[in-house]
């Protein structure tokens, strides 16, 4: 078996490099809908020792850290495509006009978003030891280069490596405490640590790392055990939710001229009588994101429709683009996605405007925006110009509710953005159109992070997706409620209540920071006394 580590070391050319995309495809299988936590050894152990291969690269440490490089971009293209394939889905919704770019989303994306493992390898190969100590410098390179994925250019932690983690319930608990990025890191530690047991030259050297990574995995379950309450949640008295997943089409639901169908569809899914038999009448209506191919602020007629749903004192929650006045001299005016909030007068009560939007899916981003309207293309939604970000996030105040932390599609996927400076909220709303990607893994992997959101913050999560997955979720992550991909309906339920502020919510990064920095000091500290000839 040792001679599997070497020869992995000592492959070179485009074995080398098949090797590391078939790595880091496998890494995939860790994340929703599958979690096959062991994808991540079968990831990240090759990747170890194709990075050893690197110190035989010859004499240059240049060419070192060029083939770290180089691994780092191959291992992440390949976890990259097998993870966001389902992103060609959105493509075929207009075909027409769409499917020649597919290519580009499927395999262009990947293509860029791998350059942050690549530099997570060169920051790892930089620190690199020969003996376990590596396995801290690459959890420590990768989580740095994650957490850049996340913040630069707009962002996008997507599918980030402690999704493995987050996703279960008992492991997701320390979300809590870290956080997604501290998630990643313990993660990257657990996942690398048997790379050890096939290069270690003792006993010692062999069992020590995987050791404790088993230890820290059993830890994290422990607490998660420990911290997950054996009784439900308790509940908001006097609200009763009811979330409507109306399982629209993409294709149909931006169309106007499906508007008077549509309305019919919501209104009567809205009004079904409760399947639990409860004569309990609905206080707060919830429907997903961008619900109308129309601006509902501007349709009186439609509002009047909402009033005669809602019974005295409900309010309806739902998606809905809305535009400003024009300005003086402007044809139109800017449009936003929004949350809006109605009561039985048909009066609209309240708007929450997404702050941070999908670059071409909502927006064209400036500096890429006269070459792709010269080329005749457009974002994704049928909006003219696209959708405008609102400047600043704000808690959206609901007649009955607590304060509510808004969240509208993959604004939802942010650690630590969703919650508006000020007095903390005790609710997030979510709603979502996941129509775009079909029966793929795409819907899984949103509600996922949508659930981590509600551990990270101690919050309750009310979330309504046209398609699915809507679903409500208490403070622990625990599902209360759900209806699943591909299903029409609506769904009944109670409003947990919000748990104390979590540890994650008051420190933010500092503890991941401390630790990454601790890490940095024993890695250097290493690297200039070896304590190995």
Same mark, same amino acid.
């Given at each position: $078996?040792?001679?599997?580590?070497?020869?992995?070391?000592?492959?070179?050319?485009?074995?080398?490099?098949?090797?590391?995309?078939?790595?880091?495809?496998?890494?995939?299988?860790? $994340?929703?809908?599958?979690?096959?936590?062991?994808?991540?050894?079968?990831? &990240?152990?090759?990747?170890? #020792?194709?990075?050893?291969?690197?110190?035989?690269?010859?004499?240059?440490?240049?060419?070192?850290?060029?083939?770290?490089?180089?691994?780092?971009?191959? #291992?992440?293209?390949?976890?990259?495509?097998?993870?966001?394939?389902?992103?060609?889905?959105?493509?075929?919704?207009?075909?027409?006009?769409?499917?020649?770019?597919?290519?580009?989303?499927?395999?262009?994306?990947?293509?860029? &978003?791998?350059?942050?493992?690549?530099?997570?390898?060169?920051?790892?190969?930089?620190?690199?030891?020969?003996?376990?100590?590596?396995?801290?410098?690459?959890?420590?390179?990768?989580? /740095?280069?994650?957490? &850049?994925?996340?913040?630069?250019?707009?962002?996008?932690?997507?599918?980030?490596? =402690?999704?493995?983690?987050?996703? %279960?319930? #008992?492991?997701?608990?320390?979300?809590?405490?870290?956080?997604?990025?501290?998630?990643?890191?313990?993660?990257?530690?657990?996942?690398?640590?048997?790379?050890?047991?096939?290069?270690?030259?003792?006993?010692?050297?062999?069992?020590?790392? +995987?050791?404790?990574?088993?230890?820290?995995?059993?830890?994290?379950?422990?607490?998660?055990?420990?911290?997950?309450?054996?009784?439900?949640?308790?509940?908001?008295?006097?609200?009763?939710?009811? *979330?409507?997943?109306?399982? !629209?089409?993409?294709?149909?639901?931006? %169309?106007?001229?499906?508007?008077?169908?549509? $309305?019919?569809?919501?209104?009567?899914?809205?009004?079904? +009588?409760?399947?639990?038999?409860?004569?309990?009448?609905?206080?707060?209506?919830?429907?997903?994101?961008?619900?109308? +191919?129309?601006?509902?602020?501007?349709?009186?007629?439609?509002?009047?429709?909402?009033?005669? &749903?809602?019974?005295?004192?409900? /309010?309806? *929650?739902?998606?809905?683009?809305? $535009?400003?006045?024009?300005?003086?001299?402007?044809?139109?005016?800017?449009?936003?996605?929004?949350?809006?909030?109605?009561?039985?007068?048909?009066?609209?009560?309240?708007?929450?405007?997404?702050?941070?939007?999908?670059?071409?899916?909502?927006?064209?981003?400036?500096?890429?925006?006269?070459? *792709?309207?010269?080329?005749?293309?457009?974002?994704?939604?049928?909006?003219?110009?696209?959708?405008?970000?609102?400047?600043?996030?704000?808690?959206?105040?609901?007649?009955?509710?607590?304060?509510?932390?808004?969240?509208?599609?993959?604004?939802?996927?942010?650690?630590?953005?969703?919650?508006?400076?000020?007095?903390?909220?005790?609710?997030? /709303?979510?709603?979502?159109?996941?129509?775009?990607?079909?029966?793929?893994?795409?819907?899984?992997?949103?509600?996922?992070?949508?659930?981590?959101?509600?551990?990270?913050?101690?919050?309750?999560?009310?979330?309504?997706?046209?398609?699915?997955?809507?679903?409500?979720?208490?403070?622990? =992550?625990?599902?209360?409620?759900?209806?699943?991909?591909?299903?029409?309906?609506?769904?009944?339920?109670? !409003?947990? /209540?919000?748990?104390?502020?979590?540890?994650?919510?008051?420190?933010?990064?500092?503890?991941?920071?401390?630790?990454?920095?601790?890490?940095? *000091?024993?890695?250097?500290?290493?690297?200039?006394?070896?304590?190995?000839?």
């Amino acid at each position: $078996m040792r001679l599997l580590a070497k020869r992995v070391s000592l492959l070179r050319g485009w074995r080398r490099w098949l090797t590391a995309f078939a790595a880091g495809a496998a890494g995939a299988l860790a $994340m929703p809908p599958f979690g096959f936590l062991p994808a991540l050894v079968l990831s &990240l152990v090759p990747a170890i #020792w194709l990075l050893d291969g690197t110190a035989r690269n010859g004499p240059s440490r240049g060419a070192a850290f060029r083939s770290a490089g180089l691994l780092g971009w191959f #291992w992440g293209f390949g976890y990259f495509v097998a993870g966001l394939w389902w992103l060609g889905a959105a493509f075929l919704v207009e075909a027409d006009q769409f499917a020649w770019a597919m290519p580009f989303g499927v395999l262009g994306l990947p293509a860029l &978003l791998a350059f942050f493992p690549a530099f997570g390898f060169v920051l790892a190969r930089l620190l690199w030891l020969p003996d376990a100590g590596r396995i801290l410098a690459f959890a420590f390179g990768l989580t /740095v280069s994650e957490w &850049l994925r996340g913040h630069l250019f707009t962002g996008f932690p997507w599918n980030n490596p =402690g999704m493995a983690l987050g996703q %279960n319930l #008992w492991l997701m608990q320390s979300a809590a405490l870290i956080g997604l990025y501290g998630l990643t890191f313990l993660s990257l530690l657990i996942g690398a640590a048997p790379a050890v047991l096939l290069t270690g030259t003792t006993g010692r050297a062999r069992w020590t790392a +995987p050791a404790i990574a088993a230890c820290l995995l059993a830890g994290l379950a422990l607490f998660g055990m420990w911290r997950v309450p054996s009784e439900a949640s308790p509940v908001v008295e006097a609200v009763h939710l009811r *979330i409507m997943q109306p399982n !629209l089409p993409q294709d149909a639901k931006f %169309n106007p001229r499906n508007r008077d169908a549509i $309305m019919r569809r919501y209104l009567n899914l809205s009004a079904s +009588p409760r399947r639990d038999g409860s004569p309990a009448a609905p206080t707060h209506i919830v429907w997903p994101e961008s619900a109308f +191919p129309f601006l509902l602020h501007r349709d009186a007629g439609s509002l009047a429709q909402i009033a005669t &749903l809602l019974g005295p004192g409900s /309010v309806l *929650i739902t998606g809905a683009a809305r $535009m400003d006045a024009p300005l003086p001299g402007e044809a139109a005016g800017k449009f936003y996605n929004a949350i809006q909030v109605i009561d039985e007068k048909g009066t609209i009560l309240g708007t929450y405007d997404k702050v941070h939007l999908v670059p071409f899916g909502e927006y064209v981003p400036k500096i890429l925006e006269a070459l *792709i309207r010269a080329a005749g293309l457009r974002q994704f939604v049928h909006i003219p110009g696209g959708f405008e970000p609102s400047g600043t996030r704000t808690t959206l105040s609901i007649p009955g509710l607590p304060p509510v932390a808004a969240t509208i599609c993959y604004e939802a996927i942010f650690p630590g953005e969703i919650l508006a400076a000020g007095p903390r909220p005790d609710l997030i /709303v979510n709603v979502t159109n996941d129509a775009w990607f079909g029966q793929t893994p795409g819907p899984y992997q949103h509600f996922a992070q949508a659930r981590l959101r509600a551990v990270e913050e101690g919050l309750p999560l009310v979330r309504a997706a046209n398609t699915g997955i809507s679903a409500v979720v208490d403070s622990f =992550g625990r599902v209360t409620a759900d209806l699943q991909l591909g299903i029409e309906g609506i769904l009944d339920a109670d !409003l947990p /209540v919000a748990g104390p502020p979590t540890l994650y919510r008051k420190w933010g990064m500092f503890s991941l920071t401390a630790t990454l920095s601790i890490c940095l *000091i024993i890695l250097i500290a290493r690297r200039r006394h070896p304590p190995f000839p």
